[in-house]
């Protein structure tokens, strides 16, 4: 079984600028996480989708969003880039409410 | 108060020695515990999970919850220096669809 698929793998983008990230979850698996990591403040919930619904969502600015297609598929985006957006974010798939969560290798983002 | 704590790190054993690994956390309801290793560079990777009470064993490691005083436990047994790394515990809060990470407690083990 193929694991969480995340794209791009590295990403370098400026300030005011916008970026898009995917995320194709292990097959079969429809909730989808999203997390911020920086060595600061480790592992942050940013938001979590389960069949197209967000269910969850962490204490992150609007800037940051995210939605889910039917196939279970996730993209998050970030508008208006800030140098402090610079991290590793990771989606994680699971298969269900409690379920073991399975992460991708992550997109890591840097905010020049 | 943090949602999930660890033992502040680092955490430095000899090769073959046990590592212990504690985490607190705070949401008394909370349902599912897990243990993720993060290597330098990679993402987290689930390594024990536990749901009730007691102990849990899946090969060098243990894992240990009490629910009553709200604590998660990781012991490596013969550890190896592929043990080194950032230990992640993790909880699932009640009725919250998300994780709930601890900072991580850094593990190296010496040969």
């Known amino acids: 079984k193929a694991g969480v698929t995340q794209t791009p793998r590295y990403l370098i983008k400026t300030r005011g600028q916008q970026v898009t990230l995917s995320c194709s979850p292990i097959s079969g698996h429809r909730s989808v996480s999203w997390y911020q990591q920086t060595p600061g403040q480790g592992l942050q919930f940013l938001f979590e989708y389960f069949s197209e619904t967000q269910r969850n969502k962490g204490n992150f600015p609007g800037r940051f969003s995210g939605r889910q297609f039917s196939n279970s598929r996730s993209e998050m985006n970030v508008s208006t880039l800030e140098l402090g957006d610079s991290a590793l974010y990771l989606c994680a798939s699971s298969g269900g409410t409690n379920e073991k969560l399975f992460f991708g290798s992550g997109t890591q983002l840097s905010v020049l | 108060q943090k949602e999930v704590e660890q033992n502040s790190g680092p955490l430095s054993v000899p090769e073959g020695a046990i590592a212990s690994l504690n985490c607190t956390y705070s949401d008394r309801g909370s349902q599912s515990f897990f243990w993720y290793r993060q290597y330098s560079g990679k993402s987290p990777e689930l390594i024990m999970f536990i749901y009730s009470n007691g102990d849990k064993e899946d090969g060098r490691f243990t894992a240990q919850l009490n629910k009553a005083s709200q604590y998660v436990s990781l012991l490596i047994r013969d550890s190896q220096p592929s043990d080194s790394a950032t230990y992640l515990c993790?909880?699932?809060?009640?009725?919250?669809?998300?994780?709930?990470f601890g900072a991580g407690t850094t593990v190296t083990v010496r040969a």
């Open positions: 993790a909880v699932n809060p009640y009725n919250d669809y998300k994780l709930s």
